[in-house]
């Protein structure tokens, strides 16, 4: 459930064969991480060692190119 871009609850289905409709850990508390002000809403990228905010195409480029390499 959510408003906006601000989750309010989270709940499982319980049509689901494996969880029937239980929560593990990462989607009980995944709400409170996703609020949290430490929280990355940008990509980061390292320039000469140091973390530095950068657009998401960017990142993706940087990733490819590091992975073909």
Known sequence: MSAGRRILGVRGRTSGRVSRGRLGLEDLYGRQ???SPDRLTRPLIREDGRPVECDRDTAMDRITAERSA
């Open 33 to 35: 991480a996703n609020a």
